[in-house]
């Protein structure tokens, strides 16, 4: 609602105090994302003191100011319902109850989290990581208080405007920053997280799909930015004969069309499309796929409702100069090719072999075990993984897609309140469609168009809606849409007093139905501190003008024509109005200010845990440095004793400072390399090692464990970190750390008499992650034993097949007696490795290429998978390579390149030299920039005595990289060899 022109001073001092609300709630998102995203525990705690002090100040607001309509208090109590239930979820309820609620949450705390003399509780949470849950908190508190915030303070022109802008200004400088990151390669490491294939940062976002969420949500504020410059010269021109569309012909109609579009852009609304296509370019150089949807998905809506509409022209020579600028600015900077690959990724092959799409039928398992109740907002990283079986080798500390993790972690009931949050946003945007009279409401209404289909379809990939940047911002734009919700009167039809009556009355509706929107008039009240509107027909359009031109010349008549009718409230109703006010203001204020300690104990754990990952055992200054880190990780362990990363990191203190104890009086000239070697003989794995090797040999089940303790070595410690484990399993009954920890320390008063059980749970909680499998079966190999310990292996090489010549080392290291071919994965390529490299049995080898036969014959090509690297080379040879050859293993079928070079290698093992040969040229045919393939060929050729083709191959690997020396000594050591042709030959 535009701001009265003459304000008395209490008015005045109303306006200016809303607008300074208005600008720093602005400013929250934007800071936010700039903090990387807002994902910090610091962050979330400043953010809720920031909302705890913007509620405050907007009490007097809410008093005064009430919002019009009592729809707008939908959201904000659904997000505290949301608050609400996840607060239960960290309640201990009774056994029976958990069960019934959430059955897999029961098992969880019933069999998981437990030891043999500590007996199973008989009250439990329904959450499997309560305090994951408590830290989830802050989200639905922050988006119900900025619902709140947007709706009473972002209700003027200007105050909107103050959103819109900000949010564009923040969009272009995060677009801009990565878009110059992807330009500089070298430059777009990030701080926080290492760049992976899976979440490459993009700007200050440490995952490129969160910040493309972001901006999407920026381009919405842009383009509504846009729509409101271009609404707001349209009116002020609506008199005007050059801005009226003229023609009879369907041509002519769009040339004047066009024409008044460009009349009606200005240098302002050329600088706002320019932000836009920024913007839109971040998210496609970002590489978000997702993002890249949620795009498309926002502009195909905001374009789909401008169809029926009398400026759906507009919108369409918008949106076609947009994609022209965009494609140009991509085009400019290289990244057409770039972008189009990526893009293509979403309906390749490359779509059906993501790893999101497994791991989420994990996840629809999980959750059908946690149902009704769910198992805990925020403790997805936990929840899923006794349940996996076809996901992928990652840890997903999210879904990936918000559905199915709310689905888990939330249940049936917030799965429930999300979806009636997504309908009731849709009600209040059908609300605020019907009322689009003024260019502020046009500007607000496309805004959400955009923002909302983009938020829905781009968390369908991500979860970058649980980073505070993209909650607070959606929140604000929501309580935007709020601020400009008008209320429906309903009103009493009058009954025609006769024939000529019905004649008007239907004259009027049918003139009235002409009208895409009926006008809407605003009232104030000196006794109530809200705004009445009422509906009311559309006057008789003026002589000799069309009804689809007059639209605005009918609006002008009917207000010159009526006098304004105030509608007062009644007291009751007012008094209602004010106690939802209240009310929903009071439960933003609470559910923020519990916020505040809960992420300031956060922060604080978060800070230690970093300190502690990142000691090292250096020379200096290392006892004095863990001395530290040790004794604040104790003070914060004793004050709170419900936090599983504190108690565990505390174990892990507690162990590190009693080995740099062992090492205080050690002399200060030693060597880093003999310092080294002194501190891994403190390792409680050797110890363990040590303690289960000498049980074993002395066949006493009741062997001492002090005597495997270094001299001096205090036992304390070591049960202290136990206890401390122990109690962090309580906290976290599924967390795989703490199983971890416990096994290594299962010699420590006998607790191996459980490493069985511990050893069984941590195998189902690791059972797709390669890296986790592979320590464990060394735990397990050396207690409870070889037995033990090949299950694992053998998992983790079915994962990972090229994984076997590191797993077959260790085994051959631990001095196990062990089968080779039962513990080689059906994978042809893990099979030929261990045919080439890991026996020296003709029995065993045979084997190995027996069952590469059968697995052929029985699933064909699509068995073979992209071959690692020539294995067959040396390491030493390869070095200076560049081909495919030397890239990792990635889980496609292998192309026919690789299937010639496949089955040259199987012949050579079997002494065939003719088709081998055959097989490598054919290889080296197919891929000829392989100088590794194209060597061993050479090598072949030697064998098989062609020498001159031999020289010429290793001459092409001359050419193909002139910076290797080696293949320059292997061509003269070629041409000065005296190779006779086989005898066959």
């Known amino acids: 609602m535009p701001d009265a022109v003459q304000r008395t001073t209490s008015e005045s001092l109303a306006l200016l105090w809303r607008r300074l609300i208005a600008v720093l709630a602005s400013l929250v998102p934007a800071a936010a994302a700039w903090d990387y995203g807002g994902v910090l525990p610091w962050t979330k705690w400043a953010l809720a003191v920031a909302t705890v002090g913007l509620l405050i100040a907007l009490l007097p607001l809410v008093v005064t100011r009430r919002p019009s309509s009592r729809l707008v208090y939908g959201l904000p109590f659904i997000a505290l319902a949301i608050w609400g239930y996840a607060a239960f979820q960290t309640l201990p309820l009774p056994s029976g109850l958990a069960q019934i609620i959430a059955p897999a949450s029961y098992t969880a705390h019933a069999q998981w989290g437990i030891s043999a003399d500590i007996p199973a509780a008989t009250s439990m949470p329904i959450s499997v990581a309560p305090w994951y849950t408590l830290s989830y908190l802050v989200l639905p508190a922050c988006f119900a208080s900025f619902v709140l915030i947007g709706t009473v303070a972002l209700r003027g022109e200007k105050d909107l405007l103050i959103l819109l802008t900000l949010a564009t200004i923040a969009g272009v400088a995060i677009s801009y920053i990565g878009i110059a990151d992807k330009i500089n ?55 005007d004969d050059r801005y009226r569309i003229s023609g009879n012909s369907g041509w002519e109609k769009l040339v004047s069309r066009i024409t008044r579009f460009g009349r009606l852009t200005d240098n302002l609304s050329v600088v706002i499309v320019v932000l836009a296509i920024v913007i839109a370019s971040g998210i496609f150089i970002s590489g978000s796929r997702g993002g890249m949807l949620a795009t498309l998905a926002g502009t195909f809506v905001v374009g789909l409702r401008s169809i029926n509409r009398s400026r759906k022209f507009t919108a369409l020579i918008a949106i076609s100069i947009g994609f022209v600028g965009f494609g140009l600015t991509l085009g400019s900077i290289g990244m057409v090719s770039t972008v189009q690959e990526r893009f293509a990724q979403v309906w390749g092959d490359d779509a059906l072999q993501d790893g999101r799409l497994d791991h989420w039928q994990d996840s629809l398992v999980a959750s059908a075990n946690y149902l009704p109740g769910g198992a805990g907002l925020g403790s997805y990283r936990f929840a899923y993984m006794p349940f996996q079986r076809v996901g992928g080798s990652a840890w997903f500390l999210n879904a990936d897609g918000m559905p199915f993790e709310w689905l888990l972690e939330g249940g049936l009931i917030v799965i429930g309140l999300v979806i009636a949050g997504i309908a009731w946003t849709y009600r209040l945007l059908w609300n605020l469609s019907y009322f689009k009279n003024t260019p502020t409401d046009a500007a607000i209404a496309t805004t959400a168009w955009f923002a909302i289909p983009s938020l829905m379809v781009s968390q369908s990939f991500d979860f970058g809606i649980l980073l505070p940047a993209n909650t607070i911002l959606t929140a604000l734009i929501l309580g935007a849409v709020c601020a400009s919700v008008k209320p429906v009167f309903k009103k009493q039809a009058r009954k025609p007093s006769s024939k000529t009556d019905d004649k008007q009355e239907s004259g009027k509706s049918r003139r009235s139905s002409t009208s895409e929107y009926p006008p809407l008039k605003a009232h104030s009240s000196s006794h109530s501190p809200t705004t009445s509107y009422e509906t009311s027909k559309a006057s008789d359009p003026p002589r000799g003008t069309s009804h689809r031109r007059s639209h605005h010349a009918r609006h002008a008549a009917s207000e010159g024509s009526r006098k304004p009718k105030r509608r007062h409230r009644s007291g009751r109703q007012r008094a209602i109005d004010l106690v939802l006010a209240l009310t929903c203001w009071t439960g933003c204020l609470a559910t923020a200010a519990l916020a505040i300690p809960q992420q300031f104990q956060a922060a604080q754990i978060d800070d230690v845990v970093r300190k502690l990952d990142a000691w090292q055992p250096e020379r200096v200054d290392a006892v004095e440095s863990i001395d530290a880190i040790a004794t604040q990780t104790h003070q914060l362990a004793a004050r709170y ?59 006493q089940p009741s062997l001492d464990w002090h005597s495997v303790l270094l001299p001096g070595q205090s036992e304390q410690p070591l049960l202290a970190a136990r206890d401390q484990t122990l109690a962090s399993l309580r906290c976290a009954p599924l967390n795989d750390k703490a ?60 994962l990972a097949p090229e994984r076997l010549a590191s797993v077959w080392r260790t085994i051959q290291q631990l001095e196990i007696d062990a089968d080779l071919n039962s513990l080689a994965p059906d994978d042809p390529a893990a099979l030929l490795v261990a045919a080439e490299s890991l026996t020296k049995d003709p029995a065993t080898r045979e084997q190995l290429l027996a069952r590469i036969d059968a697995i052929i014959a029985r699933e064909g090509r699509s068995s073979l998978k992209q071959l690692a690297r020539a294995d067959a080379t040396d390491d030493s040879q390869v070095a200076d390579s560049d081909g495919p050859a030397n890239k990792p293993l990635v889980p496609r079928v292998a192309d026919d390149a690789q299937w010639h070079y496949f089955n040259a290698r199987v012949a050579l093992l079997r002494d065939d030299f003719a088709a081998a040969e055959q097989a490598y040229r054919d290889a080296v045919q197919m891929s000829p920039g392989d100088v590794v393939w194209r060597e061993q060929f050479a090598h072949l050729l030697m064998r098989n005595g062609k020498q001159k083709e031999a020289v010429a191959q290793i001459e092409r690997c001359m050419l193909q990289a002139p910076l290797n020396r080696r293949f320059q000594d292997l061509a003269s050591q070629f041409r000065a060899a005296d190779v006779s042709p086989p005898e066959n030959d």
């Open 739 to 798: 199983y971890s920890l416990l096994l290594m320390l299962d010699f420590v008063d006998h607790s191996y008499q459980e490493s069985e059980r511990w050893l069984k749970q941590l195998h189902q909680l690791e059972i797709r992650r390669p890296d986790g499998l592979e320590r464990l079966g060394v735990l397990a190999a050396v207690y409870p034993g070889p037995q033990a310990a090949q299950p694992i292996w053998r998992d983790e090489l079915q």
């Open 641 to 699: 004793p419900d936090n599983p990363d504190l108690l565990l990191a505390d174990a892990q203190a507690i162990l590190l400072q009693s080995r740099a104890d062992l090492l205080r009086e050690e002399p200060a000239d030693l060597s880093r390399l003999e310092f080294e070697r002194r501190w891994q003989r403190t390792a409680p794995l050797l110890q363990r090692y040590q303690f289960h090797t000498q049980r074993a040999a002395s066949n």
């Open 185 to 239: 390669v070298n430059e777009g490491q990030g701080e926080l997280l290492a760049p992976t294939d899976a979440a490459l940062p993009f700007g200050p976002f440490v995952n490129r799909n969160n910040a493309a969420g972001y901006l999407n949500l920026c381009l919405a504020c842009t383009i509504g930015t846009l729509v409101y410059r271009h609404r707001t010269r349209l009116k002020e021109r609506k008199n």
